[in-house]
């Protein structure tokens, strides 16, 4: 008998011996021991509720992984851990999330960090090396967990392929870089050490010889010797010391027990009642009933030999409850290989689903039989297992075994399964599949899919067995229609006896309508119904097609498959990415010393790849350091009636509570228009939006501060209040500010044109999700001095609001930032409000004082980008000339009218984006609403109006029946033109040139003619192509605001220290800056350093935005320099040979001063005249660009990939091509994620629903197109920017809307095979619940409804 089956007969009450290592024998706690990084750590004292991630943080002080989410969502927190398996007799190295790892689950295991693989000091890792040198970093807080990554694949697979490097990424998130550098970079890994495109890799140009590719030289990268890596502690592998035996750590609250055998295992159940078994820990981390317990213990089972067997026989395989999800892969694979085809379906579809479950790091520490215990009604094996007729094994002291069907009786209510509490689940049977039986497992990828309450999406499996032609068994199971995974036991009955036919098929999708309760829990009833029915289709037509073959003829009524129906079997593939990227080589003659116009390196890159770079939260805490957390309102709008801290302030370990009343200052900060409310940092009377802080709790850690804020009892008296924009509207419920253009005469205009196309859109919110949450440290000095350590864009606003709330002059305040782990707008304002909270507390306290924001925090705390509402009138001539445009936007600008004013120029000016309107009445108002107050992101409104333009563009077309590329190219800007708020555009031309550049490189019209091919020969998948131009005008929107500070030093050893006003958030802009010095100073770049943002060196700086901060800080510097070269100028031209050194001395021994600052404005910004609406110059410059893209679209899921995507961008003459292409190429995946994926909902009482990655979707890096092309437009100097460049950093993002466009192609392709043409609507984001609602086909119904509110959530 093998021995999981003899487990299973085993263990019956009368079996299971008395344990001489009884629980009173644990009551001696042992002493944790693991490696890290080769090193031992013991320690006898620890405490079991830490994850590993702080242990690492705080006690071991290895900062370099990195907190983002705290929920497994996004891989910052990457780490190594390396085990000696015994079963296998091999070590094991798997990348895991640290930051839901329990501390104890690590014991004798290695972990290896960021640090530990390279460092600065000593030599970087070639992962670490070519991460550097390929560019594939911006801000760096996702580096350490990509470095991480990648490095374990190395460990495991020394010569990866493509496919390889892009899987073992899938879990880690990056915001900045649009995931193709890194995948370049760590491409050169693989057999042929490309990226798939030799031109590229070889540094080739194109027919065009002053344009080459190839961002980097890969002979440059030392070669990879995988014989060179740290061995595994022999300790480890020799000892079996800490494997054996049973383990216990405990503090006063928690204790952590590690059984070896599932006797030991049993016994300890039964003896301790509420003992709760963990093996990832993935879901009981965040399991609020677990968290709340005062005194937890957990059983580990993750080293329960008993559970992580496997027994593979002819019939079945048993898998043990804790076999990881990863090794479970590895064996059904193997026997997927050896198995005949109709014996291993079962296998082979269970595989490519666990491929779908999360991402490496979870699979290589979930257990099997933990996910099915966890009872999620949204698990994606769970149905499968319930098909495929899988058995489970449970046992327990006192009830013995026994073996249970996975079935209805199984999952009893959401989140509960039959097992009683002291039962265990052993193992997993999962039979093989026999002859004649089909099976499948259905899911949509670009979906959300943890927290389960919130966003219910549907997945299915299904299995038929047939006798002859007709249905002998069936199991139809469903997850995301209700409580548990169910079978649809009556609908699968009702299937046997029939034939496979169409009757069937109707019937079945009928039932699945009417039998099937459908919870409205999750909302999107109409998407998840239709689901149903779509993922049934292609089932229907997998089982026609199989059978077809092998009974073909055998029933008159059934229709073989057509091609055309067959597009429904295939999946959409991401194939691995490559891409060229283009760029003007450096002008004949220039220097080699001189760096612009190189693609160099960020300057931090090697600190940003070894985990040393410094981040806020990275400084060491000092020794009596308070942390902080908020007390947020849980109410949209209420009156405050009391607040009671007192269970709060009891806890041991909490100091403290601060509020309102502790403000010596102002606790206000006043709204743009007098009219409007103030702001209050802590709310007094009353609350008008969830997530205001009404005060704030100092514990010694976080974890308590957290809790203890939790347990703050606020009583609210609770008031109307208005979530969307929609609700606002019908309430008339506006701010005062609006803005209206008007130019010719619209309504004769209109009535003119041959047609004329009305609507409305809708173009949702999007939040900033910055890797690094906001953070900030006040360190209280003598005097009333502070020193305010900040993760904020905008230093200056920081020091002038926290000097506010103190009631002191703002000199004795100095603000730091060394740098920001990106920031997208998000980090301008309310890092201020962090800040005078923790310097208010800093004050009361005389303590220095943190506070970090949780992913959840940050995101219901911090106001998004504006949700906007348009309607409109457009009318144009027969041959495509726009005539008039007629068009009123809403915007919801949230719970204060705040900064929002201060965007109405790029809101107006994008709402022509490049296209000439002769006539057009353009008005925009302001929604006041209950929500956070929004705030400028990337592109600052105009990414929301330029999509409401394309949109419409797009009716247009369909209206006149004239192509969309034409209707875009006929209405272009030219030559002479002027905007619609009467501006110049300078350079226009280069729009066409970069539309024209475009269409060439894409091979537009080629394509187009494949895909309507592909198109009328596939039914259930669409290609969609679309181009997109755009411009974008640069510079902040008012007119002091453009002016900047540097202050420059050179050192008696020629060393050069530069300092500026900007913040380096990823954009480069200290990298451009050390450029531009070494330019004007003629030396090397290494001999010039940046120091961090200080308020005491630089004074008075804007925010680092708008995409300006290398015009503004480039110049500054630049001016410094300038200066310092005409004082040296002199002891140049005496000394012609000598060296820099030599001058530098000179000037010293000449009493020369070789520090200055320098001053730097731009010449006439005028921007716009509002009241006279009179446009004149713009503000800097216009940037123009192109964009093609093409996708696939499953049209019965709603899924879609980008499978290629040409850009061509206007960036002038660039500064460094590497971070201008980066900077697009980042843009443009975060407007992809905008358009297509990224959508904010909150629930019916204000709370934002859509926190984490686990609820909020930003692109991975399989949603980046598989061909990413960038050429950066040849020969297009601008006039007034920096050594003829122009800052590129937002205009990316709205090209992003080309895969919208392009999604469109795609579904009015499928439309039309259903019948329907002209405009239709498709709100943005094209999410696949509308992308398949949409495609309107006989399983959607004619789906006409375009509410944005759903029964069950809010969008904004
Ligand atoms: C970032 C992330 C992404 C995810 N993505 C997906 C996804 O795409 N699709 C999907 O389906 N799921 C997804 N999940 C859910 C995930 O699959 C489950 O959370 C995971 O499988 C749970 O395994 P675990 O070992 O970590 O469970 P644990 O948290 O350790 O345990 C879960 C439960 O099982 C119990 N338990 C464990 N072993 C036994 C035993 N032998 N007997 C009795 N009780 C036991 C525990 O007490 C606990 O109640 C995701 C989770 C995360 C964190
Ligand atoms: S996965 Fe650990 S911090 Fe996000
Ligand atoms: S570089 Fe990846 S998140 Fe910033």
């Known amino acids: 008998m093998s021995g999981l089956s003899h487990i299973q007969s085993h263990f019956t009450s009368a079996h299971v011996s008395t344990m001489e290592d009884s629980i009173a024998r644990l009551a001696i706690s042992n002493a944790l021991v693991f490696f890290v990084n080769g090193k031992k750590v013991t320690d006898h004292n620890v405490d079991p509720e830490m994850s590993l991630l702080s242990y690492l943080r705080r006690k071991l002080r290895l900062r370099g992984s990195k907190y983002s989410c705290g929920e497994g969502g996004c891989g910052a927190c990457t780490v190594m851990l390396s085990r000696y398996d015994d079963q296998q007799k091999k070590i094991l190295h798997h990348a895991i999330n640290a930051c839901y790892t329990p501390i104890c689950a690590v014991h004798g295991m290695a972990v290896t960090t960021v640090e530990g693989i390279g460092s600065t000091r000593t030599k970087l890792h070639p992962v670490q090396e070519r991460l550097a040198k390929a560019h594939g970093l911006q801000c760096g807080f996702c580096t350490p967990g990509m ?57 080739l140009g194109d027919e065009d010889n002053d344009m080459v590719s190839g961002l980097f030289t890969p002979s440059d990268f030392a070669p990879y010797d995988p014989t060179q890596e740290p061995i595994f502690p022999s300790e480890l592998q020799l000892s ?50 677990v968290r709340k317990l005062q005194h937890k213990t957990f059983l580990s089972a993750s080293q329960v030999a008993e559970l992580v067997q496997i027994d593979v026989s002819d019939d079945a395989i048993v898998f043990g409850s804790s076999v990881k999800m990863s090794r479970m892969c590895e064996v059904l694979k193997k026997r997927v290989e050896e198995l005949p085809t109709f014996k291993g379906q079962t296998y082979a579809e269970l595989l490519k689903m666990l491929m779908m479950v999360g991402d490496c790091q979870l699979r290589n520490v979930s257990g099997i039989g933990s996910h099915i215990l966890a009872a999620s009604p949204l698990s994606d094996l769970t149905p499968l297992l319930m098909a495929s007729g899988t ?64 966003v219910a999406i549907v997945n299915a499996a299904f299995r038929v067995k047939f006798d002859g032609d007709i249905v002998k068994e069936a199991a139809l199971c469903f997850g995301g229609t209700g409580p548990t995974v169910v079978v649809a036991n009556s609908v699968s009955q009702k299937m046997i006896g029939r034939k496979w036919d169409e009757t069937l098929l109707k019937d079945v999708q009928h039932m699945l309508g009417t039998e099937l309760q459908l919870s409205t829990q999750g909302g999107m009833v109409e998407y998840r119904r239709s689901l149903l029915k779509s993922f049934f289709f292609k089932f229907y037509l997998k089982v026609l097609d199989e059978l077809g073959e092998k009974v073909s003829g055998t029933s008159a009524e059934r229709k073989s498959l057509s091609n055309s129906d067959r597009s429904a079997l295939f999946d959409i593939e991401k194939s691995p990415t490559s891409g060229t990227q283009l760029y003007q080589v450096v002008p004949d003659g220039q220097p080699a010393i001189d760096p612009i116009g190189r693609p160099v390196m960020n300057e931090s890159g090697c600190q940003l790849v070894t985990g040393e770079a410094v981040y806020c939260n990275d400084v060491s805490m000092e020794p009596d350091e308070l942390q902080m957390a908020i007390v947020f309102s849980t109410r949209p709008h209420a009156k405050i009636i009391s607040v009671d801290t007192s269970a709060a302030l009891s806890l041991d370990g909490v100091h403290g509570y601060v509020d309102a009343t502790d403000v010596p200052g102002k606790n206000t900060w006043p709204a743009a228009n007098p009219l409007d409310e103030d702001s209050e940092t802590f709310a007094t009377e009353k609350v008008i939006c969830v997530g205001q802080p009404i005060g704030g709790i100092l514990a010694d850690t976080p974890e308590l501060a957290r809790k203890a804020a939790t347990l703050v009892n606020v009583v609210y008296e609770d008031k109307e209040y208005i979530l969307s924009v929609q609700d606002a509207m019908k309430t008339g419920s506006f701010y005062q500010s609006s803005r209206r253009v008007e130019e010719g005469d619209v309504a004769t205009e209109l009535e003119k044109s041959d047609h004329i196309v009305e609507g409305e859109v809708y173009v949702s919110a999007q939040s900033h999700y910055y890797l690094e949450t906001m953070n900030c440290v006040v360190r209280p000095n003598e005097r009333d001095e502070m020193v305010v350590l900040s993760s904020t864009q905008c230093p200056n606003d920081v020091q002038m609001k926290v000097a506010q709330a103190l009631g002191v002059s703002a000199s004795k305040i100095t603000v730091k930032v060394r740098r920001v782990g990106g920031g997208f707008g998000g980090k301008e304002f309310p890092p201020s409000e962090l800040a005078k909270m923790c310097a208010v507390a800093a004050k009361k306290y005389g303590k220095s004082v943190r506070l970090m924001l949780t992913r959840d925090e940050d995101m219901q705390f911090v106001g998004t980008r504006h949700a906007a509402l348009a309607r409109y009138k457009v009318g144009c001539t027969s041959d495509g000339h726009l005539n008039a445009l007629d068009i009123e936007v809403f915007m919801n600008a949230g719970c204060t ?109 080629r394509r187009r003619a494949e895909i309507d091919n592909f198109n009328s020969e596939n039914r259930w998948k669409k290609r969609g192509l679309a181009m997109v131009p755009t411009k974008r005008v640069l510079g902040l929107p008012l007119y002091f605001l453009n002016q900047a500070q540097a202050l420059v030093h050179i050192y008696l050893d020629g060393s050069v220290l530069i300092s500026h006003g900007g913040v380096e958030m990823g954009q480069g802009l200290n990298t451009k800056t050390v450029q531009i010095a070494s330019r004007v100073l003629c030396i090397p770049q290494e001999r010039i350093h940046i120091n961090e943002n200080s308020t005491d060196k630089v004074p008075n700086s804007s925010s680092t935005a708008a995409s300006s901060g290398t015009d503004l800080w480039g110049n500054a510097v630049r001016v410094a320099c300038e200066t310092l070269m005409e004082r040296l100028e002199k002891f140049i031209y005496e000394n012609p040979k000598g060296s820099w050194e030599d001058w530098v001395n000179t000037a010293y021994m000449n009493r020369v001063s070789l520090s200055t600052s320098g001053h730097f404005k731009y010449p006439d910004i005028i921007g716009f005249d509002w009241d006279n609406l009179k446009g004149t110059k713009g503000q800097y410059y216009f940037c123009y660009g192109a964009a093609c893209c093409e996708v696939e679209v499953d049209c019965l899921t709603g899924d879609h990939q980008l499978k290629r995507t040409d850009i061509v961008m206007d960036v002038g003459d660039s500064l460094n091509p590497a971070l201008d292409i980066g900077q697009i190429e980042g843009a443009f995946v975060q407007g992809y994620g905008l358009y297509t994926l990224e959508e904010l909902r909150y629930s019916k009482e204000g709370k934002l629903l859509t926190k984490g990655p686990g ?23 601008c006039k007034v920017g920096l050594y003829s460049s122009k800052g590129v950093g937002e205009v990316g993002i709205n090209i992003g809307f080309g895969a919208h466009l392009a999604i469109k192609d795609a579904v009015a392709s499928a439309r039309a095979d259903a019948g329907l043409d002209g405009p ?37």
């Open 897 to 1005: 009218e705040g900064i929002s004013p201060a965007l109405f120029g790029q809101i107006i000016t994008q709402l022509s984006n490049a296209y000439k309107i002769p006539a057009y009445i353009m008005a925009v108002k302001l929604c006041k609403t209950n929500i956070p107050s929004c705030i400028p992101m990337r592109g600052a409104g105009g990414p929301k109006t330029m999509a409401i333009i394309e949109m419409i563009m797009d009716d247009v077309a369909r209206k006149s029946g004239i192509p969309p590329e034409k209707i875009r190219e006929i209405n272009l800007y030219k030559e002479g033109d002027v905007n619609n708020l009467y501006q110049e555009l300078p350079d226009i031309v280069n729009l066409r040139r970069c539309w024209d550049e475009c269409l060439k490189r894409s091979d537009y019209y």
């Open 1320 to 1356: 239709f609507r498709l709100d943005s984001p094209a999410t696949p619940e509308r992308i398949r609602l949409a495609c309107a086909d006989e399983f959607t119904g004619k789906f006409n409804d375009h509410s944005i509110d759903d029964e069950f959530f809010i969008r904004p």
């Open 240 to 289: 079996d010391e800490y494997n054996n035996g049973t383990v216990r750590f405990a503090s006063k609250a928690t204790t952590w027990i590690r059984p070896t055998t599932l006797n030991d295992l049993l016994r300890m159940k039964s003896e301790i009642p509420d003992a709760v078994l963990v093996v990832g820990n993935a879901e009981l981390a965040f399991d609020p009933t």
């Open 391 to 454: 058995t489970v094994t449970v046992t327990s002291l006192k009830g013995g075994s026994r073996t249970m069907l996975l079935d209805n009786t199984f999952f009893k209510d959401y989140r509960k399964t039959s097992l009683k509490q002291d039962d265990t689940l052993v193992s997993l049977t999962i039979p093989v599949s026999s002859k004649n039986e089909y099976f499948g497992g259905y899911k949509v990828k670009k979906q959300v899919h943890r927290r389960d309450k919130d």
């Open 1255 to 1277: 609820m909020y979707r930003i692109p991975q890096i399989g949603d980046i197109p598989s061909e990413f092309n960038v050429t950066l437009l040849k020969r297009a100097p």
């Open 147 to 203: 470095v991480m990554s990648m490095y374990t694949l190395l460990r495991n697979n020394p010569l990866p392929n493509s496919a390889d490097i892009e899987e073992s990424l899938v879990g880690n998130l990056c915001r900045c870089t649009g995931y193709r550098p890194i995948i370049e970079g760590f491409n050169t890994f693989t057999q042929n050490g490309c990226c798939g495109n030799p031109a590229a890799c070889q540094g």
